[in-house]
């Protein structure tokens, strides 16, 4: 997910130079965007090809993703050349075309890989849970054993020694017990906190990169609208179903009333919300968490509501301002809006990072050392067990 959201917004400042005069300020501020995600997407693709562990599911996607980057940014420098030149068919065939390579192979390749990854991660955590489940009832059943086991010796010396307690025997109960206890216990919590690393951060780790995923190619599509009026439907299509899979509000709802009801609603959002945003505020569960997803949500209710006001204007065949609001970094401008988004989403990310980092730490805590401790009881038992069973052994022996 981290690729495609870096893919998206590459493609979403290629598009903004086509909206902006070449030396001119807008164009710079796509191009510093443009040469961050080149050098994000080039160190990702090194970490993983480094790093296949999954066999073709990861390394196919890999080598389509190396394979068709360069021609789908040729296509797009080929296309700005175009355009520069003033040759508008040519161009935005070529844009067109880079386009479809970039939805068809590249995001199509990145999502594939991110399956990949996503299917490894929940079997091995479905194994791992499997295995601390299993573990749990191992030692509730060699407990009953040695319980049962230290019971019928206790109960065979008193009845052949008339005594009621061999102490020996007791100890080694007591030591069972006590570790079975301890074990079990430290088995529970770190199943305990795999399932909130997995569950309650992972998860919304995901949704978070895929909502800044569906983002940026609505900020690219955006633009696309903008720039090839022959496409434009389809670019709206395509913009307003990526803003509905982040936040759908309730039919008839004004984006300004948005923020407020989903900031009065304290336990889940109201009847009629839905999209991954509000997934995400379903599963709030650490401090910062929701107030960052809320400001996320004033963001994205700020960006719709300048995204109608660039409709309305470039309807109204007033298209350089329409393009200038699209391309400002302002308070007020699109950018500005959609980078208020990103910010948020950006705490969000980091405040479950941080718990999925923190929870993973504890949860091996939890059984670092189990097995020496497992040592030291089965020890203490045998001992305990051999000398309470010895002056026994000696009388008979006599």
Not at 3 to 17: C, E, K, P
Not at 101 to 120: G, I, P, T, V
Not at 377 to 391: K, Q, S
């Amino acid at each position: 997910l981290r690729i495609r959201a870096a893919l998206s917004d590459l493609d979403a400042n290629l598009v903004n130079q086509f909206l902006t005069a070449p030396g001119g300020p807008d164009r710079a501020a796509a191009l510093q965007v443009v040469q961050r995600r080149r050098e994000e997407i080039s160190a990702t693709l090194v970490h993983a090809a480094g790093n296949v562990t999954y066999g073709e599911a990861e390394r196919g996607p890999l080598v389509r993703l190396v394979r068709d980057l360069p021609a789908f940014e040729a296509g797009m420098s080929r296309a700005l050349a175009l355009e520069e030149k003033g040759d508008r068919p040519a161009a935005l065939d070529g844009a067109r075309r880079a386009s479809a390579l970039l939805h068809d192979s590249l995001l199509a390749a990145a999502d594939a890989l991110e399956k990949s990854n996503r299917d490894a991660l929940d079997a091995a955590y479905a194994r791992a849970d499997g295995s601390l489940q299993a573990a749990r009832a191992g030692l509730l059943a060699a407990l009953l054993l040695a319980v049962a086991a230290l019971a019928a010796v206790q109960g065979f010396l008193a009845w052949r020694t008339r005594r009621r307690v061999n102490v020996g025997l007791a100890v080694a109960t007591a030591v069972a017990l006590g570790f079975t206890g301890l074990a079990i216990a430290r088995v529970s919590e770190a199943a305990h906190r795999l399932r909130e690393a997995k569950q309650d951060a992972f998860d919304s780790v995901s949704l978070l990169w895929r909502a800044r995923a569906l983002a940026n190619d609505a900020n690219g599509l955006e633009s696309r609208w903008l720039f090839d009026a022959a496409q434009a439907a389809a670019h709206a299509r395509g913009y307003f179903e990526n803003m509905d899979r982040i936040l759908r509000r309730p039919e008839g709802t004004d984006w300004t009333r948005v923020p407020g009801e989903l900031r009065a609603a304290a336990s889940a959002p109201p009847a009629g919300y839905d999209g991954l945003l509000v997934r995400a505020l379903r599963n709030v569960t650490y401090p910062g968490e929701r107030e960052a997803l809320l400001q996320m949500a004033a963001a994205v209710a700020d960006y719709c509501r300048i995204d109608a006001r660039i409709r309305e204007l470039h309807g109204r065949g007033e298209t350089a301002a329409a393009v200038a609001l699209c391309l400002s970094y302002a308070p007020d401008g699109s950018n500005g809006a959609f980078d208020r988004f990103d910010a948020a989403l950006e705490r969000a990310l980091g405040v479950n990072q941080d718990a999925f980092d923190r929870q993973v730490t504890l949860g091996l805590e939890a059984v670092s050392g189990l097995e020496w401790t497992a040592l030291a009881a089965a020890l203490g038992v045998t001992g305990a067990t051999v000398a309470g069973l010895r002056p026994r052994l000696r009388e008979y022996a006599a």
